[in-house]
């Protein structure tokens, strides 16, 4: 499985870079991400810009990460750009249940002001 990393104080970047997210590589995406959030990564941000094709494997390691982060930090779906995955999560209706952003850089900016907010909350307690 081919994947960039790029993590940060506050989040961190993962970004598959496969064309399919199937059963095939499904297995071990879901390894990273217990990985990661044993690792205390708080915030997640997957980055889906280069896959073609997902299928019900790969949506299981996506709500899978989304569990992971429940109440932990925040799991954010991003580059959800390719057609054929866009109709499979509007078929699935994961859009009610995950938080999906359409840039790296929106996400980055949304995990920015959750940070914000949790800490304004906490002063104000």
């Known amino acids: 499985m081919k994947f960039t990393l790029d993590?940060?104080?506050?989040?961190?970047?993962?970004?598959l870079d496969e064309d399919n997210l199937n059963s095939l590589i499904a297995p071990?995406?879901?390894?990273?991400?217990?990985?990661?959030?044993?690792?205390?990564?708080?915030?997640l941000i997957f980055d889906l810009t280069n896959v073609k094709y997902v299928d019900s494997s790969g949506l299981s390691s996506i709500l899978t990460a989304n569990r992971l982060w429940k109440g932990y930090g925040s799991f954010?779906?991003?580059?959800?750009?390719?057609?054929t995955v866009k109709r499979l999560i509007d078929i699935s209706r994961l859009e009610t249940i995950l938080t999906i952003?359409?840039?790296?850089s929106e996400s980055k900016d949304?995990?920015?002001?959750?940070a914000m907010e949790q800490e304004l909350n906490a002063e104000e307690e």
């Open 7 to 15: 993590k940060q104080e506050r989040y961190a970047v993962f970004q």
């Open 101 to 104: 952003i359409p840039t790296v």
């Open 76 to 83: 954010i779906l991003t580059g959800v750009s390719n057609p």
């Open 110 to 114: 949304y995990v920015m002001m959750e």
């Open 28 to 43: 071990n995406l879901k390894s990273e991400f217990v990985f990661l959030r044993n690792e205390g990564v708080k915030n």
